[in-house]
């Protein structure tokens, strides 16, 4: 990301926005030892036995929405199919127990998880936090204007596996269904797979090209709200067709639990209603996220079937 010309990033940031709600981020700062070391702890992680990441299972997290969470077990297009992905959730770590904040299950079958997992996790925070000021002045907005929202913001770190499901019929658009993402912004790191699919306006899918030290940026529901649908929250989903598993890192940026979510001043226009309800960001995303879960009892998941 170029410091050097901030009104040249940030109108390339807003055409980004407007027109494909994804964009891609160079010169990030997030080193590849750091971001390779990752890959390779999250390929550890999902190579645990079953009942090693059954210790580990979300349903141990309570409200914090921590750790483990088994392949079919999210839904990430409502009604239509589950998931065949495995994932792994965490963030920073909290005495206050609040949906999003808690304390992380870590695996200590892991020598050294814990320490990669927290340097990955405070660069993506980093990023996010840079990103989300050229967000700002992309809007018109000082740089500097997320900041009240976002002092101790609601942030999940979320690791990957999508199985290759090539031969399988019928499983194809499964791995993650279309979906938009509901927060604010999404930091995407990918492996070489290229199996994320992005559905363009004339509704085709059209697959991302893994480009070598790149962040794949994504604007989420949340954001797109408020902008008043300016800036556009894409429809995407994930199509392993590879022949081995595919990974990727997904860091999750939102406002404050407390925050309440509201257009941002140059995006509010004469049909804006005065007395369009507000919510806060935790009732925001505390929502969306259940709609997401199979069983919202949180009783323990069957093992997965042999996917490789």
Known sequence: MDRTAPDHVARQIAAACEEVGFFYAINHGVSDELISSMFKAAEQLFGLSWDTKQHLDMANSGLTRRGYCASRWEDENSGRALDFKESFDYGAESDEILPFFGNNIMPSELPGFRETAGTYYEAMRQVAGRLSGGIALSLGLPSDYFDHLQRDPITNQRIL???ALQGQAGTADRETGAHTDFGFLTVLAQDNAGALELQNRDGDWVGTIPVT???????????????????SSTVHRVVNRGTG????????????????????????????????????????????????????????????????
């Not at 030290?213 to 800036?231: A, D, Q």
């Not at 140059?266 to 879960?293: A, F, N, R, V």
């Open 161 to 163: 596996r999508y199985p």
């Open 245 to 308: 598993p595919h990974f990727a890192l997904s860091f999750f940026l939102d406002l404050d639990f407390h925050a309440v979510v509201e257009p941002v001043p140059t995006c509010i226009d004469d049909s804006q209603e005065e007395d369009t309800p507000l919510m806060t960001c935790g009732q925001y995303k505390y929502g969306h996220y259940l709609d997401t879960q199979r069983q919202l009892s949180w009783s323990r998941p069957k093992p997965p079937s042999a996917l490789s």
């Open 213 to 231: 030290g790149s962040l794949l940026i994504g604007v989420g529901e949340l954001l797109s709200s408020m902008t008043n649908r300016r800036y």
